[in-house]
């Protein structure tokens, strides 16, 4: 690149090689650059499009989309309680990785960064959940939950209860998608922190402790402080992985008891898809873009400018 | 930090864990401790998992945490001696891998190309591509089946394959496209001075030198393409074709009523991710993370 800058600035050293190593770039630009241009095009660009353009239809997917209904989908959906309920799951997601998972994966990365015995045991098993995938851990924890067998089980002879079906409970079932979503993810920002912390300089800290400053003083004035651009990107991956949470629906609940435990992708595919109502999915789909759009723009504006 | 120490606020006991020193010994027990719990936490539904694969039912349903009273092998064994199990770990394989492969040829000519060229639109085609981390898969999942369906692709590998080497290249080739831009510059300089072409540095020294950013988008895609439920769940309706995701899900709606033998295939069908895991753990969590912090 610098060499063709130069030799066009300067246009003395070298015209004729300059030339031809420009016909060269353009043919990387004209056979490198499409395949991708077009992959992404017609399976990311133009899909996102059609939703919006679809969100204006009733439409069961055969044909083209004829019979425009404008607005009526997102009014349907606004005054949908299922709907209304799946926008408050995914909020409680993202609550709970925000305020128990962030914390608990950044304690743990403290005491397994450090000299602790088998640290780097430590390290291994809390990221191995996170190998496996949604659906498997999902029901792995069916099994837990389930009244007749697993945790539940246990706990339930132990008081000498009847068996507890906290799947089939809808006041609680959604805490034990939460509980999953925990188990399964914390060890992967577990390890984003060890990676910080392993980026501080320690005679910082060694500094800190010369002068006096006690262990929490050196967490809160300078472990934090150098660890905020590792902590804004958890919270990003955070955030958008809780608002397209959808694989632990299935083997967990399907969405039920009543409904209670979709997801906005899990509402969209119940309701949507598996109806061939395409209208109105790709509107459901359209407000999760929506969404995420509006987040990820805004919070890399407000929190992740000088990262 | 003497203005500081009026500090009081909540608990941070761990927070000594990062200095040099190491805490006293009954700070130690009570953090190796939480340790152990928290990892008994994480590793019981597992062992669990993999123990009651060889439970009778009835020891299962008595004693979900104990060693079973016979040792059952024939659950484990007859998934093992089926096609199915085979069949949904080969296609899986079948489709990570051709995900991989393509995802890397592509995005890392693209990469390239936005590497080290400057051509009209370039910055504005990079942020075209880079629109897609902005949202999942998931939004787009109702055109994205027209799509598919429209194209033919319905129920076939590719239709599953093209749609995540696309929704995976906006990451891919943000990190590889960074990784060439850090190669020194004073390497195409000369390599254009003796007269190679792009084409050749490309193959000769942007990619031998790339091998840990290659693989760590191989490991990404890998992954994601292995644990992949939505996009084959819209995707084909032959049971023949199914993933492993899908097929364990099949798996578990035909015998659920029979939690053993359904322990026994989630194990088996884990396994793989488990055993890779713990041969190359140190690429892939390096991998895995370095993903989101690099992007």
Redesign the interface.
Known sequence: ?????TASATGTTSVE?ARR?SA??????V???P???L??T???????A??AW?GFFNWD?YGRPERFIGLKNYGYLLNNATFNRSLINNGLVIAVSLLVQQPVAL??A?????????AAW???????????????AG???H??F?G????S??VTDALGLPPYYLLADKTWAFSAILIVIL?KYF??YT??YV?G?QG?D?SL??A??M???????????I?LPLLGP?IR??IF?SV?GS??L??FI??LTGGGPFETTNTM?SY??YF??TRMR?GF??AV??V??VI??TF??GYRRLFMRDD | MTETSIAIEGAAAAAHETSGRPPGALASVALLAALVVLAGIVLVPILATVVGGFKELGDLQSRPFSLPRVWVWKNYWDILTGSRYWQVLGNSLLIAVLTVALTLALSSMAAFAFAHLRFFGDRFLLSYIQLGLLFPLATAIPPLFIKVRDLGLLDTYWGVILPQVAFSLAMSVLLLRNAFKQLPSELLDAAMMDGCGYFRFFFYVTLPLSGPILSTVAIISFVESWNAYLLPLIVFNSESRYPWTLGLMAYQGQYSTQWQLVLAFITLTILPAILMFLMAQRYIVAGLTAGAVKA
């Open positions: 690149m610098s060499v063709i800058e090689p190593m060269n770039g353009w043919a990387i630009v056979i490198f650059l395949p991708a241009l992959l992404f017609v399976f990311v660009a133009l899909p996102i059609q939703a679809f997917g304690a743990v403290l005491m397994v960064a450090g000299r602790v015995a088998g430590f390290r291994m098993i809390f990221f191995l959940p996170y190998v496996l995938a949604d659906v498997a029901l792995i924890w099994f837990m389930d007749g067998y697993g945790l089980s246990v188990w060890g992967f390890m984003l990676a912390l501080i320690r800290l060694e800190a402790e002068d006096g400053a006690s262990a929490f003083q050196r967490f809160r004035h472990t590792m990107l958890a991956f958008i608002l397209k959808f694989d299935p083997p992708v969209l595919y949507g898809i395409f999915s790709s789909g359209f999760l873009f995420c759009v990820a723009f």
